[in-house]
């Protein structure tokens, strides 16, 4: 169901140059954030789509400098694509009728549109080995190509967005405060989360180089190609800024390794695939590889685990707050999520000697000395 009624979404669209008569329009996705439609269109009695997205301000509090990276960003790929005929593309920004590249509505909302992908699918768990393989060397490849983006460093669009130790801090607040009375219903989740508080720990920013990095690399975030399963581009650009690329490679893993989605209800069906993870380790050393520098590749193994571990606190901190941030279908939704995310930490701390052997395996092979 659309939050905003049909005449809205119909005026916004107006705001855009989108070639072609007015059709019809959807809403699109699952994202937890923003709000997404599908928009089509009639030129010359063939079907041109559109993906109108809302930014949402209130977790995005600088949506005019997160267009401008996203306007950077996807100029810069576009052009490298281009020049050398990449098997890659970029999502690309429709301009409004006065020439810019977001739309403000007369109730604050920032609105966008870009060109729909024809031809790619997502998935929300690989399936099978190639989507997987395929969605890491897409990331490697996105991380890689922006790497020498020119111009000043991008927005920060969420400040400390991977900063496990200030996540670990903010979820502290959450237990003590208990603001809903809610701890009672995730006792168990709370030891388990203090228990592991030392993975808060492991990957600093002040260690690792900077990069332009994605910062939400879900499987269902890059385009495998519909007939050849090849990755395609890579989609949801609102969290690109500078970071480190151990979370990148860290979430994929976590998301397209883990047997189950971020909502299952039956945590039998919740366990890390080590299978998922070297073929993820093997795609994303072929296109990142020559980039990264050695303590990059040294904790490799280790950024799964630092991930899962924060977005579970993420979610479990949420739950105790009230469902603020993350978009939730019932009132425990938050709670079972944060159960799959610690049930995922558990299997991949028993895989850790066999992840890291993993990495050492193929980054001997991948990557050259």
Same mark, same amino acid.
């Given at each position: 169901?659309?939050?905003? &009624?049909?005449?809205?979404?119909? *005026?916004?669209? *107006?705001?855009?140059?989108?070639?072609?008569?007015?059709?019809?329009?959807?809403?699109?996705?699952?994202?937890?954030?923003?709000?997404?439609? !599908? !928009?089509?269109?009639?030129?010359?009695?063939?079907?041109?789509?559109?993906?109108?997205?809302?930014?949402?301000?209130?977790?995005?509090?600088?949506?005019?400098?997160?267009?401008?990276?996203?306007?950077?960003? %996807?100029?810069?790929?576009?052009?490298?694509?281009?020049?050398?005929?990449?098997?890659?593309? $970029?999502?690309?920004?429709?301009?409004?009728? @006065?020439?810019?590249?977001?739309?403000?509505?007369?109730?604050?909302?920032?609105?966008?549109?870009?060109?729909?992908?024809?031809?790619?699918?997502?998935? @929300?768990?690989?399936?099978?080995?190639?989507?997987?393989?395929?969605?890491?060397?897409?990331?490697?490849?996105?991380?890689?190509? !922006?790497?020498?983006?020119?111009?000043? $460093?991008?927005?920060?669009?969420?400040?400390?967005?991977?900063? %496990?130790?200030?996540?670990?801090?903010?979820?502290?607040?959450?237990?003590?405060?208990? &603001?809903?009375?809610?701890?009672?219903?995730? &006792?168990?989740?709370?030891?388990?989360?203090?228990?592991?508080?030392? /993975?808060?720990? +492991?990957?600093?920013?002040?260690?690792?180089?900077?990069?332009?990095?994605?910062?939400? %690399?879900?499987?269902?975030?890059?385009? /495998?190609?519909?007939?050849?399963?090849?990755?395609?581009?890579?989609?949801? /650009?609102?969290?690109?800024?500078?970071?480190?690329?151990?979370?990148?490679?860290?979430? /994929?893993?976590?998301?397209?390794?883990?047997?189950?989605?971020? @909502? *299952?209800?039956?945590? &039998?069906?919740?366990?890390?695939?080590?299978?998922?993870?070297?073929?993820?380790?093997?795609?994303?050393?072929?296109?990142?590889?020559?980039?990264?520098?050695?303590?990059?590749?040294?904790? !490799?193994?280790?950024?799964?685990?630092?991930?899962?571990?924060?977005?579970?606190?993420?979610?479990?901190? @949420?739950?105790?707050?009230?469902?603020?941030?993350?978009?939730?279908?019932?009132?425990?939704?938050? +709670?079972?999520?944060?159960?799959?995310?610690?049930?995922?930490?558990? $299997?991949?701390?028993?895989? +850790?000697?066999?992840?890291?052997?993993?990495?050492?395996?193929?980054? $001997? +092979?991948?990557?050259?000395?």
């Amino acid at each position: 169901m659309s939050f905003f &009624s049909d005449s809205h979404i119909i *005026e916004v669209a *107006e705001q855009f140059l989108l070639v072609g008569s007015y059709e019809s329009f959807e809403v699109h996705g699952n994202g937890n954030v923003n709000d997404t439609y !599908l !928009l089509k269109y009639i030129s010359k009695g063939n079907l041109k789509r559109y993906t109108l997205q809302r930014i949402n301000h209130v977790i995005f509090k600088d949506p005019r400098g997160l267009m401008e990276n996203f306007y950077r960003v %996807t100029e810069h790929l576009q052009k490298k694509f281009e020049n050398s005929n990449s098997e890659f593309q $970029s999502l690309s920004l429709v301009r409004t009728i @006065d020439q810019r590249f977001f739309h403000v509505d007369k109730d604050g909302n920032f609105w966008r549109v870009t060109k729909f992908i024809d031809g790619g699918r997502s998935f @929300d768990v690989p399936k099978d080995l190639n989507q997987a393989y395929q969605a890491a060397r897409s990331f490697g490849d996105f991380q890689f190509q !922006l790497n020498d983006l020119p111009g000043e $460093s991008l927005v920060e669009t969420i400040p400390d967005f991977h900063n %496990t130790k200030l996540r670990f801090e903010d979820f502290c607040g959450s237990v003590k405060r208990d &603001s809903q009375q809610r701890l009672i219903l995730a &006792s168990d989740l709370v030891d388990f989360a203090f228990s592991r508080e030392k /993975l808060s720990n +492991l990957i600093s920013s002040t260690e690792l180089p900077i990069r332009i990095v994605h910062n939400d %690399t879900k499987l269902n975030n890059v385009l /495998l190609h519909k007939t050849t399963g090849n990755g395609m581009c890579v989609v949801d /650009l609102d969290t690109v800024m500078p970071g480190c690329v151990l979370h990148d490679f860290g979430d /994929l893993v976590r998301t397209a390794a883990c047997s189950a989605t971020e @909502d *299952e209800i039956d945590l &039998s069906k919740v366990f890390f695939k080590s299978d998922t993870f070297e073929v993820i380790t093997e795609g994303y050393l072929e296109t990142a590889g020559q980039m990264l520098v050695k303590k990059e590749i040294e904790h !490799l193994a280790i950024s799964p685990l630092v991930i899962t571990y924060e977005l579970g606190l993420r979610f479990l901190s @949420d739950f105790l707050e009230g469902d603020i941030y993350f978009k939730t279908k019932y009132s425990d939704h938050n +709670l079972d999520r944060a159960k799959v995310q610690f049930r995922l930490l558990a $299997s991949m701390e028993d895989q +850790l000697v066999e992840m890291k052997e993993i990495v050492r395996k193929i980054s $001997s +092979l991948k990557v050259k000395a």
